[in-house]
């Protein structure tokens, strides 16, 4: 009686080991599969953010799309392709450009029909840029390697244009962020000049140009003269984010009077530590924004 107890029992626990194993077994499938759904559900999130025209209940704001754009090019999930793809007739330049660096940094090989495909029908210069800078990475294989926007600012000679009707000088970059000087003024300057040559209505005047050379220039060729002050803000890797802000001081020229400010700033999530492609990717758009705000204020 007490054997059959015994074995009663120890039966009894086996088979409670195996239950509690198997239950075990269920809490950790409970535990995993969250993680994935988390990772799929912030793409599905990034996905809508990105839509235009935006879903019922998401704001129709282009900022709002550039970021989802930004944030989805870190994902590394071939899922954001096709809507990285669709990005790419969104009505927003900005939007647009923030795709085409999307797709260089998600760097697969599908994404590049897609690419060559809107180079050939798209407008946008700036945009253009992008998009030949994604398809040469994609090409190469080589991946995202960041570069935020134009060529370097060394040894800079500016295109002629005779049917300017602004004639603009910039500043070297003043800069209060992490990178190197050379860094900022090769992403901001050479962003800044690649959008003002893009755009046809602008000449930019040569570096270290005197003021009396920049007078004889812009009354022979009827012109009203800008100059653009430029510095960049301390990166912000607060709350899990990456902040860039380019600002933009306007003032006449030569005479230098202020005119007015264009801030330009830009926020890509899911950045939470220092990331030199990103900081690329972020300055080189926040600059080619900031050249838009200048025309939308300044003629």
């Not at 077994?25 to 996905?47: E, G, K, N, Q, Y």
């Amino acid at each position: 009686m007490t054997g059959s107890m015994t074995g009663s029992v120890w039966r009894g626990a086996f088979w409670t080991r195996v239950r509690l194993a198997r239950l075990g077994v269920l809490f950790f499938a409970v535990l995993v599969l969250p993680a994935v759904a988390s990772a799929d559900s912030r793409t599905d999130f990034l996905i809508t953010r990105l839509a235009y025209p935006p879903a019922q209940g998401v704001a129709d704001d282009f900022r709002v799309r550039t970021n989802a754009a930004l944030a989805l090019g870190a994902t590394g999930d071939d899922v954001a392709v096709q809507p990285l793809c669709r990005a790419l007739n969104d009505p927003s330049d900005t939007v647009r450009q923030a795709a085409a660096v999307a797709m260089k940094r998600l760097a697969k090989p599908a994404a590049l029909n897609c690419l060559k495909a809107h180079l050939s029908t798209e407008d946008s210069s700036a945009v253009k840029l992008q998009l030949t800078r994604a398809i040469a990475e994609l090409e190469s294989g080589s991946g995202s390697s960041g570069g935020g926007g134009g060529g370097s600012a060394d040894n800079f000679t500016p295109k002629s244009n005779p049917s300017a009707k602004f004639y603009i000088a910039t500043s070297n970059v003043t800069n209060n962020s992490s990178r190197s000087q050379a860094d900022i003024n090769r992403i901001v300057l050479g962003a800044i000049r690649s959008k003002l040559e893009g755009a046809g209505k602008y000449q930019i005047a040569p570096t270290g140009e005197q003021a009396d050379s920049a007078k004889t220039v812009i009354a022979k060729r009827k012109m009203k003269g800008y100059y653009l002050a430029l510095s960049v803000d301390k990166f912000d890797y607060s709350d899990g984010n990456l902040r860039v802000k380019v600002r933009c001081s306007v003032f006449t020229y030569p005479g230098k009077s202020l005119l007015g400010e264009v801030p330009s700033g830009l926020t890509q999530s899911g950045v939470t530590q220092p990331d030199r492609s990103a900081e690329e990717n972020l300055l080189g758009m926040a600059a080619e924004r900031a050249v838009d705000l200048f025309a939308q204020n300044f003629n």
